[in-house]
């Protein structure tokens, strides 16, 4: 495993240098890594490694949304109100709508099976947006009108409303019966995260307050915290509905707004961590990708995606109506909502694995989802913030 984590960070390294001279993201560089370590060409990663490769993705995304958390002030959130809330399904349900529309004739799959590979391709990452978005925000640019805080909290709901999506329409395609109750879980899983998250937070501060300790222990703490959120979202998920990754990211908020001091003194321990973070959660995301897959997949499967991503644009222009957003700044909220990755990696292949007869084009459209828009999504918001946002003033 030693070596394997050598060559990683070795290649990526170097890799993302490249691409950076380039003018181009040095996510690419990430995936490309991922993908030429990867078992489907090279094969040199340590099977450990792989082994542990979904734990090692869901640390970064804590880091990442914790960071974010640090760094979201609720009042700026509230003074965005209606466009964030419609953010978090709107452009979902657009994608998977499109999805059913054009690819039953132009893949030859059933309307439900069009559904399943929606829900799997709509989910927005994370872990490429909030990045951004907080380079964005200690730039102060788009910061006035709220912009970036909206894109960055509203993709972290997304991801749980196209994952309930997706749970109904493969439960449907395996046989089963989907109730009311199943789409009551979106709420109510955002409703239990936000509760936990808020409380676990608020009780932090008063404790951090009261009993002094380095900021490195402080920081371990938030993070166990932090993983303990998303391991009781799989303990009681046959209980009670709870989004997790919420959960983080309302913690990280809630500090912000009652222990201001220590967030600003934590943040940038997270923004080192990440450092290393990343290029583990985009090389072992690359890794996942089969390229047979993608260059099997022929024109059709790259036409169904964009036409897709033109439905999503459509569902985020729908959002941004009736607000103040200049026709520059909600263009850019389209191309920021753009960007697919770590969602893909995790539940593109199961389909396959749970035997329906879409596994196969769902998981190469999943791959191509990801090799088209994460390099396009990051370079259309490092290329577009300075010329479509303002700085505040």
Excluded at 85 to 94: G, K, N, Q, S, W
Excluded at 141 to 166: E, K, N, W, Y
């Amino acid at each position: 495993m030693l070596t394997s984590l050598a060559l990683i960070f070795l290649l990526a390294l170097s890799l993302a240098y490249i691409f950076t001279k380039l003018k181009l993201p040095a996510l690419i560089g990430m995936l490309l890594t991922g993908i030429i370590l990867g078992p489907y060409v090279l094969d040199v990663l340590s099977p450990s490694l792989l082994s542990i490769s979904v734990e090692l993705r869901r640390i970064a995304l804590v880091i990442i949304l914790m960071r974010a958390g640090l760094a979201l002030d609720i009042k700026d959130l509230k003074k965005v109100g209606r466009p964030a809330i419609l953010m978090c399904f709107v452009p979902a349900c657009c994608e998977i709508a499109g999805m059913m529309l054009i690819a039953p004739s132009l893949l030859d799959i059933s309307l439900l099976d069009a559904a399943v590979m929606g829900a799997v391709v709509a989910a927005v990452s994370p872990a490429i947006i909030v990045p951004r978005m907080l380079n964005l925000m200690e730039k102060k640019i788009g910061t006035s009108r709220s912009i970036p805080q909206m894109i960055m909290a509203s993709g972290s709901v997304d991801d749980v409303f196209v994952i309930v999506l997706f749970t109904a329409f493969t439960t449907l395609s395996l046989g089963g019966e989907v109730s009311a109750s199943s789409f009551v879980q979106i709420p109510v899983s955002i409703f239990t995260g936000l509760l936990l998250g808020v409380a676990i937070g608020w009780l932090m501060s008063k404790y951090f307050k009261k009993f002094h300790m380095r900021d490195s222990i402080k920081l371990l703490i938030m993070m166990s915290f932090a993983f303990l959120f998303l391991q009781a979202e799989e303990w009681l998920k046959d209980l009670l509905p709870l989004s997790g990754l919420l959960a983080v990211m309302a913690m990280g908020a809630t500090i912000l707004k009652d222990y201001p001091v220590l967030a600003k003194r934590i943040s940038p321990k997270y923004t080192k961590l990440w450092v290393a973070a990343e290029i583990l959660l985009f090389v072992l995301v690359g890794a996942t990708v089969d390229i047979k897959y993608a260059a099997a997949a022929g024109l059709m499967s790259i036409a169904v995606i964009f036409i897709a991503l033109m439905f999503r644009m459509i569902g985020v222009f729908f959002c941004m109506l009736k607000t103040k957003l200049t026709m520059r700044e909600r263009l850019f909220c389209m191309i920021a909502y753009l960007p697919k990755a770590t969602v893909q990696a995790a539940i593109g292949s199961l389909p396959l694995a749970m035997g329906l007869p879409c596994g196969q084009i769902v998981l190469t459209v999943a791959v191509l989802a990801i090799l088209i828009t994460a390099p396009l999504g990051a370079f259309g918001i490092d290329m577009t913030y300075k010329v479509l946002l303002k700085e505040k003033e």
